[in-house]
């Protein structure tokens, strides 16, 4: 395990990490690992130990995962997760659990292959991103304790008050699309997490992401868009539309985004582009 390195998100899962951090030293007592002060200085971690590491495992959420992530795209080191975070979409997706041992059995193997990312400017992506109704529940969200019950709240507030954001396509083709939304998804992969699958049909490894655009939708819808979306059942009709794209760019109306989950400013134009087979993960 000498080319292994846990990289922990002190401030994941409750800022309770402690419980895993215990159980790595028992079963691996010459362990390296870092309790990450900041992003900052998770990046300098992996840059002082990228040349003899091959595992660089995150333990927190998808933006601890992401923060990681971008250090060592396009190489050959390998991302492996213990999920941590509050709804660990992309770990759920890539078939990581709570499970100790058997994230060390993984490890053991050394078994990976390669998945696309893709970017927002120059935002690094891996899991699922967006902006308009979406975006302001990350911002308000990132001011409670979190939890999927503050999630839920924060989500059912801020929707009654939201006012739709204005998308016009720069790209050629897809100006039929133009429009006031509700919210404008990029999935990679296809939940967001908890369980919510905001882009049942995406693939994290086909060259394309989905573009999901959903408009502002009356009280009465709001119970089926749910129950299709935590059923994987949504689909494309009068307030969803899917595309998928490899490359697209719009002007948006709002700087509030989310990446992977976390708050993010972003301006006007948008431009995102797939990465294909850009980051090799531990299967």
């Known amino acids: 395990m000498e080319k292994v ?5 002190p401030f994941s899962a409750k800022k309770n990490y402690q419980p895993f951090l215990d159980s790595l030293i028992q079963k691996l007592p010459n362990a390296v690992y870092y309790v990450s002060e900041s992003v900052e200085a998770t990046e300098k971690f992996i840059d002082e130990h990228i040349n003899y590491t091959d595992v660089f495992v995150a333990i927190g959420g998808d933006g601890t995962i992401s923060s990681v992530a971008q250090k060592i795209i396009h190489t050959e080191k390998i991302l492996a997760i213990f999920p941590a975070g509050s709804g660990n979409g992309f770990s759920n997706e890539t078939n990581f659990h709570k499970n100790l041992d058997e994230l ?30 979406d975006g302001k ?40 699309y133009n429009g006031k939304y509700l919210m404008l998804n990029i999935a ?25 655009l959903v408009k502002k939708f009356p009280l009465s819808y709001s119970a089926l868009f749910a129950f299709r979306m935590f ?28 990446i992977d989950g976390e708050f993010n400013k972003i301006k006007s134009p948008v431009s995102v582009k797939v990465l294909p087979k850009s980051l090799r993960i531990l299967v």
Request: overall charge positive; charged content about 25%.
């Open 188 to 212: 990679n992969t296809r939940q967001f997490g908890n369980n919510a699958y905001i882009a049942p049909k995406a693939s994290k490894s086909d060259g394309l992401v989905d573009l999901v």
């Open 137 to 176: 529940v990350v911002k308000e969200f990132e001011k409670t304790s979190r939890g999927f019950k503050n999630y839920i709240r924060v989500s059912i507030r801020t929707f009654f008050n939201y006012k739709p954001i204005k998308i016009k396509f720069i790209t050629e083709g897809y100006q039929q």
């Open 231 to 258: 059923t994987k059942k949504l689909k494309d009709d009068e307030y969803v539309t899917y595309l998928p794209v490899s490359q697209i760019e719009f002007k948006v109306s709002t700087k509030n985004w989310h």
């Open 104 to 133: 060390l059995g993984k490890i053991k193997s050394k078994k990976s292959r390669e998945i696309d990312t893709f970017l927002v400017n120059d935002k690094l992506s891996i899991n699922v991103s967006g902006t308009g109704f």
């Open 5 to 9: 390195v846990f990289i922990i998100n």
